[in-house]
């Protein structure tokens, strides 16, 4: 068992060896989506260690975390609701589920309701487009969600 | 039946995604024959014989792509499947890795074969879920039984797959950015010539491929060039994972032997219009291809020179059924306020001019539209064709110019109404 702060060396250690020789740059991208399921975000002191840990530049690790959307650098609320609103989304109703959403929790698409259970977001095409609309919460698709019930959709995240 | 089937032949059961079912179907057969009686020339042969094409969107022939890597050259290939399914309104190649992960994996060793891959890569994009733990299930099932890399039934020939997540990029999907972003970056598409079969992946050779252009190699191995041609038209075999959403009774995916009918793979495949209503245009293949009309489509079938005949694309195979009354103007905004995000920043004439169209569609839909915003647009959009390093900033031009093309009255009413001709909607508010 390893220290929270500490990163998680021997799960890093094996990835590395499932790699060719040579690919450590590759293993950016898993080792901080691992980092991120662990903490919930990433936070400043593992870039550091994990630039060393791989003996890549520090600024690769702060470019990449600011290009790929799914990675956070703060905390959000227990429930992530990522609302897709491409084209087929938004044909299916994804335009009302978001105000809907939106209205009941009391927040607008970027905040956390202040109990910290929910978070609001918005997301583009998460290709699940023939169930839709559909909204990820946390790390799983939620299809053909309902505008009529939201309700019990939203109860279902305690 | 939308004609005959070479993918989804089998019923999805709780377990038809699992190493015994993918056996029981006669699975890894085929890749034993190979590696017993071919040289990994007669593969990439026999695969620019099949004349498949690229499904992911470019219609790329797949054996033409293979035959330039130069085997024994003394260097590491490498072997890249794009799962990074992410055109708007695509959303087959998750089939795939859902239901039919082993063929995906048998297909590309068969791949790897031909191109002297020891390590081969599934980029998989970070959202996919489901589809991810499906595909990461199979290959611990092929490592356990010797399968993945260990020697494969008597030669020297062993392939080890791994399956690598993205974490969310639209730009990551087209291959040179896709590899960039499997080298831990940014994934910034790069500049051709060299191609990525010369200089890909950490500069070596490198062949990506579509998931469901690699699912094909195992049937075009089992059967041979001259089966699959016969599936499909002359210039174009074989069939198309077709992903339909929108205004649709029936969405999904359905695979059609190419050259089917349109109008009857909406009307009688997929249920037809959503609620009845009338069919007002369809996106043939993602947002990135050109809007087609009711009255474009009408005699229409489903194959490249067909659906480019009439100036657009069948593209990735992610259709968008359009029903009568929708909005257009809000529909181009919901586009472009995607490509707007998406850009990736790299090249100028992208990274500004996506932020220009969406900024003059919001105008326009804010009431503030201006009599020039559509000359303008039209003109950012020629600007942005050919001048950038991949091909995001010509999309968002192709779906632009599209739409403006057949439908620019409801732009012109927009700007001197300062209203939607119909009411702004994207929803098909015909009821049942």
């Known amino acids: 068992m390893t220290a929270d702060r500490d990163l998680p060396l021997a799960e890093f250690d094996a990835l590395r060896a499932r790699y060719p020789q040579g690919f450590e740059s590759s293993l950016v991208l898993p080792c901080l989506r691992r980092i991120q399921e662990l903490r919930g975000f990433v936070p400043d002191s593992d870039i550091d260690a994990l630039a060393g840990y791989l003996s890549v530049p520090r600024v690769q690790i702060e470019e990449v975390l600011s290009f790929y959307t799914q990675f956070k650098r703060e905390g959000v609320g227990r429930w992530h609701l990522m609302v897709c609103r491409n084209v087929s989304c938004s044909m299916r109703g994804a335009e009302r589920v978001l105000d809907q959403l939106s209205q009941r929790l009391g927040i607008a698409e970027g905040e956390t309701t202040p109990d910290g259970r929910f978070t609001l977001s918005t997301v583009e095409c998460l290709g699940s487009c023939g169930t839709a609309p559909v909204v990820m919460v946390n790390d799983a698709y939620h299809e053909n969600v309902s505008v009529e019930a939201l309700d019990a959709f939203l109860a279902r995240f305690s | ?432």
């Open chain 2, 1 to 432: 039946m939308p004609g005959r089937k070479l993918l989804m032949t089998f019923d999805v059961t709780g377990t038809s995604h699992t190493l015994a079912d993918y056996r029981a179907r006669g699975g890894y057969a085929t890749l034993e024959k190979v590696l017993r009686e071919m040289t990994p020339g007669d593969v990439t042969k026999e695969v620019t014989a099949s004349g498949i094409q690229g499904r992911g969107g470019a219609a790329f022939p797949a054996g033409r792509k293979w035959q330039v890597v130069q085997l024994r050259d003394g260097q590491p290939h490498y072997l890249c499947a794009n799962a990074d399914e992410g055109e708007p309104g695509t959303f087959k190649d998750r089939w795939i890795l859902e239901n039919a992960p082993h063929l995906l994996l048998e297909s590309m060793l068969i791949a790897a074969y031909a191109l002297e891959v020891r390590h081969a890569f599934v980029y998989i994009r970070g959202e996919f879920d489901l589809p991810y733990r499906r595909l990461a299930g199979a290959i611990e099932e092929a490592r356990a039984a010797g399968i993945l890399d260990a020697p494969l039934f008597g030669t020297e020939f062993s392939c080890d797959i791994i399956a690598h997540r993205g974490a969310g990029s639209y730009v990551c999907g087209e291959a040179s950015g896709l590899l960039t972003s499997l080298e831990g970056k940014r994934g910034y598409p790069r500049n051709r010539p060299p191609r990525l079969t010369v200089r890909g992946l950490y500069q070596r050779p490198t062949v990506v491929n579509n998931v469901e252009t690699l699912s094909n190699i195992v049937g075009i191995l089992a059967n041979g060039a001259a089966a699959f041609k016969a599936v499909g038209t002359a210039k174009n075999p074989g069939t198309r994972l077709i992903s339909i959403s929108g205004h649709v009774e029936k969405p999904g995916v359905y695979e059609i032997e190419i050259g089917y009918p349109w109008r009857k793979f909406i009307d009688e495949d997929c249920g037809g219009v959503q609620n009845g209503a009338a069919l007002k245009c369809v996106i043939p293949g993602g947002i990135s291809t050109k809007v087609l009309t009711a009255e474009d489509i009408a005699s229409l079938t489903l194959d490249t020179e067909s659906v480019e005949g009439a100036g657009s694309s069948l593209g990735s195979g992610g259709m968008i059924v359009i029903a009568e009354g929708t909005c257009m103007v809000r529909l181009l905004q919901v586009m472009l306020r995607f490509y707007h995000h998406e850009s990736c920043g790299q090249c100028t004439p992208c990274r500004e001019g996506m932020g220009w169209m969406h900024r003059i569609i919001d105008r326009i839909v804010a009431g503030e539209g201006r009599p020039e915003d559509l000359d303008q647009m039209l003109r950012i959009s020629r600007m942005n064709d050919g001048t950038t390093i991949c091909g995001m900033g010509d999309a968002a031009g192709y779906a632009t110019v599209g739409i403006l093309a057949k439908y620019r009255d409801e732009f012109d009413y927009w700007i001197e109404h300062k209203r939607s001709r119909h009411d702004g909607n994207l929803e098909c508010r015909r009821s049942s």
